[in-house]
């Protein structure tokens, strides 16, 4: 792990430089091993005594339970969830006619594809209008339009509420510079947060099912809402403020009619991120007893159903892809006018036409009940078939000897003795090393960040489920690294491979963390292998991604005079571009451990020895204490990465003059 | 209101960027200069400037970009805080001025066009122009009705539905000047208003500017770095450097008589004749004989009767009465000197 940090761009302490106190660390840790493996270590300075573990659990307990029942938060919160629940049982009539007031609906599913396709259509023309309507034809035909629908009922709540919250709070942070400084560190430690933290005190406090599904979904959403606002209303150009100022605008009116509109790209671009993240947790609020697809999935899953597990998959994707479309669609979609004197039917004939539609399909389904709904029996869900195939597949010799070859030989070869291996680095020893890659990659303040972080998990009692966590995370991404870097600088060659790469990346990103799982079992069954190999493709997409934006956004007139210079491809290649895109590379690395992070307690779920199976039992439970201290856990090594490669990429960028 | 008492007036005005400008202010040496207030890690935007504006006339204040001139205009507005000293508008200290007071002058009294327009890219041409009529609570009809009426006067009719990304510079700075001139502001502000559009448009703006000012005889104060577009445009000229006026006066004058080193390298490679007007060099004891010159002439357009006139001394008139002789040495002076 001794870095090569040859661009060490200040010195550290006077006598020895950043990188030389990082050997020194990484040459303690490493005779620390040594004496380990040779077994003349004291057991104390192997792992921390669990006399000496302080009861972190129990504190948090009874923290929580002073907040819940002597500060009264719990009757607050029960009453918020009659509210809450209000509107769930409301949205729940209208999309799948839960018996509830207002008592109109179900939609039927022929009225709602209309729509969905003439919003497609006003939005990004006819592909958009194909994608919306197919997306609920498939999803009806297939036999899922109830449960789809259990699933949108909660996001049409939850994705308003954390708009409208994430709306408030970013202006309050953009107006008031003491909310900026307040909520910045809670944002950044609550998107690190592991979803399965956002469960349980969403459970503990508004009830099982819908409510408290619906309370960590919005909570889950709101960070990016908040960015993106306070980041907009902080871009708004100064001399249309000073337009706003000199048209004599007061306060309320420069908010109003200045700061949101100008600011309307990025507030879109947070709503798409809003819906996207609540679609992803909604999924996986499953895990507590939330009715819907991801539900579902998790059943498909569990008893093995891998044909009816793929078909669930599809319309999580295709649902996920239509949103994401469409609400990209709208960020870009400017007014246009219209004449002088356009009448009234011409300016919003689009309204009309899918009005018009919305009736016709809901009239059509009074004497048409297939129009309305698709019973049992009717469908065409090829579940059976699906799984024969799959199951056929998997028979081809070919495939089985090399799933069985990766089985063995990766499991057996690499990734045991990997994770042995770093099992029996003393916690002392490694937390040394992790500040010595802090220090020469960044700096000071990140090893002291690293430093506090790592050792605070050690005292969490939880070091070698973390240590397996870290190991999940680092052999994916290194063999997302492996696999994805060369792929990524191929198609970074030519245009049209980039922009087919970018496409593929940009849809696979909108999906639902919970369906990578789905190709994983499929292959691998429940094992290792298959907890690596979900995260490996769930880490590869920002790596692609990154390294080909990376590589071609290298100034034009570099690469030309490389060219110029006599270079060959790879000439070029190794000492042009790669070292001007290491930065952007470097985001997608550090994108990629953040999305190992999250992946690796999702994949909890085939069954791990890792935080992430630890945090799903607290599910189970009313262990608040101990779910928080897990994910806090994760939580602190996943910032520890964070802080130190963006530090690095933050100075590197500056050294190199971009940006 | 008198006429000739100033509608803008600062005095000893200073506006000062950095951590507790009014401090330092107070407690600064007098006669620092500019990179002595850097050194000290202040930035002096404006410095001790004392200018009059009066009602009707065109001020130019021009500079090199970073010497001051939009944050001077930006103080008269206040849409900067001075730092020290006092700016009054239409007698009215502005600085003491409650913040609803303060809105009421924007909406009624002040226009402002700018650099890169500040159009909002969400409302239409027809929106944008009754958007400070629409501040103000006008009603929807008779702010309809003015905006049309302006937007009608800066040309731009038939592109009222239109957003600005579909108009072109030229056009989206129409839309901006319409913007200034709804409420019929009594003073108007121009931030380099064509800096961003090509020479070809700048020029047909120019005219156009021109035009708009003879009709509507406002209170201008009009900001460029372009010395050909200040003396076209300009009654007087106040050219700052470093957050300061160097000189403040007519363009012949400066051209004339130059005050500092600075000034005078400004204005050395512009083509005097063009901007030195007759009437400046008439000297009013001597008198001359036969046919006078018209005093408002340029020596440029009086050029080819210079060159061929033999008398010494050319009379020179204003309104058909003689104000005194040209020294055709002096004129020829000019004339000879470059370009």
Redesign the interface.
Request: charged letters at 30%.
């Given at each position: 792990m001794a870095n090569a940090t040859t661009d060490t761009v200040s010195a550290g302490t006077p006598m020895l430089s950043r990188s030389q106190w990082s050997l020194v660390l990484v040459a303690v840790a490493i005779v620390l091993s040594i004496f380990q493996w040779s077994g003349i270590l004291p057991a104390w300075l192997h792992r921390i005594p669990e006399t000496a573990i302080p009861n972190f659990a129990g504190w948090l307990d009874a923290i929580f339970g002073f907040i819940k029942d002597d500060m009264g938060l719990l009757t607050l919160t029960r009453f918020l969830t009659e509210g809450l629940e209000w509107l769930l049982d409301a949205s729940g009539n209208i999309f799948f006619g839960k018996r509830r007031w207002p008592n109109i609906g179900p939609i039927p599913w022929t009225a709602m594809a209309a729509v969905a396709a003439v919003i497609g259509y006003y939005l990004g023309g006819w592909k958009l209008a194909l994608l919306g309507g197919g997306t609920m034809v498939w999803t009806a035909l297939i036999g899922q339009w109830s449960i789809a629908m259990q699933t949108m009922s909660v996001l049409a709540i939850a994705a308003p509420l954390a708009f409208v919250i994430g709306l408030s709070v970013g202006i309050a942070a953009w107006r008031y510079t003491w909310v900026d400084f307040v909520i910045k560190p809670i944002l950044s430690v609550l998107q690190t947060l592991p979803f399965f933290t956002y469960l349980l005190p969403a459970v503990i406090f508004f009830k099982v099912g819908p409510t408290a599904g619906a309370v960590a979904t919005t909570i889950y959403a709101i960070p990016p809402m908040i960015l993106m606002t306070s980041l907009g209303l902080q871009k708004v150009?100064p001399?249309?403020i000073?337009?706003?100022?000199?048209?004599?605008?007061?306060k309320f009116?420069m908010l109003r009619?200045?700061y949101i509109?100008?600011a309307?790209t990025e507030i879109l671009v947070g709503v798409n991120q809003v819906i996207m993240l609540c679609l992803a947790m909604v999924v996986l609020t499953a895990f507590i007893g939330m009715p819907g697809l991801g539900a579902k999935l998790l059943a498909m899953m569990g008893s093995f159903k891998l044909g009816r597990s793929f078909e669930i998959g599809v319309t999580i994707v295709l649902l996920a892809v239509m949103l994401d479309r469409m609400s990209k669609a709208w960020v870009v979609k400017?007014?246009?006018?219209?004449?002088?004197g356009t009448p009234f039917w011409k300016r919003h004939q689009m309204l009309l036409f899918g009005a018009a539609l919305f009736v016709g399909f809901t009239l059509l389904s009074l004497v048409m009940p297939l129009a309305a709904e698709i019973g049992r029996g009717q469908h065409f869900s090829q579940g059976k078939e699906l799984d024969n195939l799959i199951k056929g597949f998997l028979d081809i010799e070919a495939v089985k000897a090399t799933t069985g070859f990766l089985r063995a030989f990766l499991n057996v070869q690499i990734l045991i003795p990997f994770r042995n291996f770093m099992l029996s680095i003393p916690t002392p020893a490694f937390i040394m090393l992790v500040v010595a890659f802090a220090l020469a990659l960044a700096g000071r303040k990140q090893a002291i960040y690293a430093l506090i972080f790592f050792s605070l998990v050690a005292f969490s009692g939880w070091w070698d489920r973390s240590v397996i966590t870290l190991y999940s995370v680092i052999s994916a991404v290194t063999l997302a690294a492996l696999l994805g870097l060369p792929i990524a600088v191929l198609a970074a060659r030519s245009e049209k491979w980039s922009v087919r790469m970018l496409l593929v990346c940009d849809t696979a990103q909108t999906f639902p963390s919970f369906v990578y799982l789905i190709p994983a079992i499929m292959l691998f069954g429940i094992t290792d292998i298959a907890v690596i190999f979900s995260i490996l493709i769930f880490a590869m997409v920002p790596l692609i991604r990154y390294t080909i934006e990376g590589l071609r956004t290298v100034p034009p007139e570099m690469t030309e005079a490389a060219d110029m210079a006599g270079a060959t491809r790879m000439q070029k290649l190794v000492n042009v571009q790669i070292p001007l895109a290491l930065p952007t590379m470097a985001v997608g690395f550090n994108q990629a451990i953040m999305f190992a992070f999250f992946m690796v307690i999702i994949a909890a779920f085939i069954g791990t020895q890792d935080l992430g199976q630890e945090l799903q039992r607290t599910l189970a439970g009313t262990d608040l204490g101990k779910n928080f201290v897990l994910g806090i856990c994760v939580a602190l090594m996943a910032l520890t990465f964070d802080l130190t490669i963006m530090k690095w990429t933050a100075d590197k960028k500056r050294a190199l003059g971009l940006q | 209101m008198s006429t000739d008492s100033p509608v803008i007036s600062c005095k000893n005005v200073w506006k000062v960027f950095g951590n507790d400008p009014k401090k330092f202010l107070e407690n600064m040496t007098p006669g620092m200069s500019f990179d002595d207030i850097r050194a000290a890690g202040y930035i002096a935007g404006v410095k001790d400037v004392s200018i009059d504006v009066h009602k009707g006339e065109m001020l130019v204040i021009m500079g090199l970009s970073g010497s001051g001139k939009s944050t001077l205009v930006?103080c008269f507005?206040r849409?900067h805080d001075i730092t020290g000293g006092t700016i009054s508008v239409e007698g009215q200290d502005i600085m003491s001025l409650p913040e609803k007071e303060l809105?009421?002058l924007?909406?009624?009294k002040?226009?402002?066009v700018?650099?890169?327009?500040?159009?909002?890219?969400?409302?239409?041409v027809l929106e944008n122009v009754a958007?400070?009529l629409?501040?103000?609570g006008q009603d929807k009809h008779t702010r309809r009705e003015r905006a049309l009426e302006v937007v009608k006067l800066v040309g731009l009719e038939g592109r009222?539905?239109?957003?600005p990304?579909?108009l072109s510079g030229g056009q989206q700075q129409r839309v901006?000047i319409a913007?200034?001139l709804a409420?019929e502001p009594d003073i108007w502000?121009l931030d380099e208003p064509f800096s961003a559009l090509d020479p070809l448009i700048r020029k047909e703006m120019q005219d156009e500017f021109l035009r708009l000012q003879q009709l509507l005889n406002k209170t201008i104060v009009f900001i460029t770095h372009d010395f050909d577009e200040a003396l076209r445009l300009a009654d007087r000229i106040a050219i700052m450097k470093d957050g300061a006026v160097e000189q403040c006066d007519t363009p012949d004058q400066i051209v004339l008589h130059p005050a500092t080193e600075y000034v005078r390298k400004f204005t050395e490679d512009i083509d005097k004749a063009r901007v030195v007007h007759a009437g400046v060099l008439a000297i009013s004891d001597v008198q001359g004989e036969g046919d006078p010159v018209d005093a408002g002439a340029t020596i440029k357009q009086l050029a080819k009767q210079i060159v061929q006139d033999t008398r010494a001394v050319i009379p020179v008139a204003k309104d058909g009465k003689i104000i005194g002789g040209m020294n055709r040495d002096d004129a020829l002076t000019i004339l000879l000197e470059n370009g």
């Open positions: 150009s001399e249309v000073e337009a706003g100022k000199m048209s004599g605008c007061s009116q009619h200045v509109p100008s309307r400017q007014p246009e006018h219209f004449e002088r | 930006r507005s849409l809105i009421e924007r909406r009624s002040m226009g402002m700018f650099q890169s327009f500040g159009l909002l890219p969400h409302r239409t958007f400070p629409e501040m103000r009222e539905e239109y957003f990304r579909e901006g913007r200034s409420i502000f």
